[in-house]
């Protein structure tokens, strides 16, 4: 009898992975159920004695018990290029634990950061925080010690932790990942959040698309209840509307009213939930402060680049050969990721554009591959990382189509309280829908750029605000796609 | 309307239970219908208006049934690049009038798309062939 280790992680099993576990099982072997390593072009990944084949179907099964697979087989997965390369301090599990053995968890040095954060105390733990220059990973990068300071210091004594697991941008997975594969790391991350600002409960947040995660978080919570004590952790359920990961509509949305977007100020980390003081924080963030908390400020701060301190989980999605999940330090360049890391396309076509950050996110030439993975140098060239979820396109992208789903998909989402969204979004798409079809391109794309304007500026949140950068980044490096020649859009 | 009640029951009458009373009735029922959201308001202090601007505000959430098996295919943009939107043609072909074929923004598969969900169940690397199946199958 051997044992085989298959990946429970939706991916996994939207690939395969449960019909291959069950025929392992089948002829008498041990089937071992972990985390996804997160090389998802090779899911569903057998791995045997830490050997791994891959992408593995039913009938191969024979061939790699008889070892006679060599056409899948791997290596050593440790060693792979893919996983060897990366800095993974966030995903330091993925692919070895089972995701909700408590064991597991705790062998592997879990629960460490909430023991120290115990005996530091509240400020402490805020400091440290702090120190390690660690920021929010759900697409603002807001500094997350001064975030929990607020909180902190602020009057009342209730209190509230909020995960904003809300993950709507296209190309994004690795919340899914925490949630899925390493669900107590997210839990104690709370914990400690919770501590060190005097908070008693928190809420998940996840969106109804993701049946899996919620499934393992609600078991994960029920597990490690008493070790999170007197902290209470309570998983919540979307209900199919992107703007709800915005985080004033995320708390409209718990407390059980439309999710609309609400006018700051008042700041959630003085008024939040229920009126409390309250931190939201995104899972990848949460996720990262175990780390902290256990390894010390500076061994986070001592990866990444100028204020961009720390580790990126970098998600390398649409037409890309290799893609997956990348956790690497901040500073590496868009094209390292996209054409060493992720090996170019899928189809074997030239790369034409790639996204990155999401619907919200701008396209990118591959002129542009030089600039590097840091929250500034991307505001530099009109981008923004966002969420750190990266798709790629081949030359068969038509980015006037790109452009105008930005606007459909605005449009669709769209919480309709600031009227240049509401209505922007969809005049906008009109207009394209005559330039695609030929009309008079130069005054049509000229209204479109007045329409992002004030869409940029008269928006209360960055879905209206933001649905300029894909549209417009369009326009800026693909004229070509939209009837125009290339010198006219330099302006 | 019994299961109506044990719903309400088991969330509690504060105005943030709303939405896990509104997926339960929408799993055990299909949708929302005007009779029950009379019940929620009542159950939970609310005016109609209220409950119904939420229900309404949520894309999970429908008024009207519809008894078509449903199937779930991911149109955002990870998928477009990887063809969603060929093999939407495609999957409407197939469905006809008998199976609903809805849109969803993202699944979180973004590097295996297309994808779909069925239920719970999710699918990846479709083609016109395995969505087919799929479609077939329900
Ligand atoms: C339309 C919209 C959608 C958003 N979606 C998410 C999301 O899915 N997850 C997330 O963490 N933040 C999302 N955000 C950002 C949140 O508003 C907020 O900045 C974040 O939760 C703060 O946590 P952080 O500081 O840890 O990043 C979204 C913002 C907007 C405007
Ligand atoms: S920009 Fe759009 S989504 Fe954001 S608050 Fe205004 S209407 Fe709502
Ligand atoms: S874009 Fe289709 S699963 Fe993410």
Redesign the pocket.
Known sequence: MMQIRISDDALAIACGANLLARAFAERGHEVVRTSSWGMHWLEPLVEIDGIGYGPVEAAHVDAILGGTADALCIGRIADHPFIASQTRLTFARAGMTRPTSLDDYAATGGWAGLERARALGAEAVVAEVTASGLRGRGGAGFPAGIKWNTVRVAPGSEKYIVCNADEGD????ADRMVMEGDPFMLIEGMAIAGLAVGAGKGFIYIRSEYPHAIAKMQAAVQLSSAIVAPFEVEVRVGAGAYVCGEETSLLNSLEGRRGEVRAKPPLPAHEGLFGCPTVINNVLTLAAVPFVLSQGAQAYADYGMGRSRGTMPVQI?GNVKHGGLYETAFGITLGEIVEKIGGGTASGRPIRAVQVGGPLGAYFPPALFDTPFDYEAFTAVDGLIGHGGI?VFDDSADMAKQARFAFEFCAAESCGKCTPCRIGSVRGRETLDKVIAGEASEANLQLVADLCETMKFGSLCALGGFTPYPVMSAITHFPEDFGLRMAEAAE | MAELNEILRAHGSRQDALLPILHDVQAAFGHVSEVTIREIALHLNLSRAEVSGVVSFYHDYHRTPDPRPAIKL???????SRG?EALAIAAEKVAGARVRVETV??????SV???AMIGHEVHARLDNGKVAALIGAL
């Not at chain 1, 296209?170 to 997975?173: A, D, H, K, P, R």
């Not at chain 2, 923004?105 to 973004?110: A, F, K, S, T």
């Open positions: 296209s190309g994004t997975f999605a798709t | 991911c149109r955002a943009e990870s998928c477009q969603s923004y993202c699944l979180g598969l973004c798309g297309p994808n």
